[in-house]
């Protein structure tokens, strides 16, 4: 069984910073894509960032030149570094972890909150 455990969130005032990680444990053959999505209440899930197992990147366009995304390999965790935080960034941020551990699944973290707020 594959599990991915997130850190970092918390209450920042805008322009601070953040780094989220992720990492993932168990049975895991594998790692190819990790990413983070994020949900502000009332609001439809978004995809922030991805990036690939060769570390190919890819942002959404709100936060790119704010976000960073990486990974390492070595120790199975993503991290996603939030940077000139704003309030509209606000939000739960949520893992995810495509995994083979026999066949290929989407695993999720359990998701970590945000607040951006002075």
């Known amino acids: 069984q594959v599990q991915l455990v997130e850190s970092g969130g918390g209450l920042v005032q805008p322009g601070g910073s953040l780094r989220l990680s992720c990492a993932a444990s168990?049975?895991?053959?594998?790692?190819?894509?990790m990413g983070w999505y994020r949900q502000a209440p009332g609001s439809q899930r978004e995809l922030v960032a991805h990036?690939?197992?060769?570390?190919?990147?890819n942002y959404a366009d709100s936060v790119k030149g704010r976000f960073t995304i990486s990974r390492d390999n070595a120790k199975n965790t993503a991290y996603l570094q939030i940077n000139n935080l704003k309030p509209e960034d606000t939000a739960v941020y949520y893992c995810?972890?495509?995994?083979?551990?026999?066949?290929?699944?989407?695993?999720w973290g359990q998701g970590t909150q945000v607040t951006v707020s002075s």
């Open positions: 168990g049975s895991i053959v594998s790692i190819y894509t």
């Open positions: 995810f972890a495509n995994i083979r551990d026999g066949v290929i699944k989407t695993s």
């Open positions: 990036i690939t197992r060769g570390s190919s990147t």
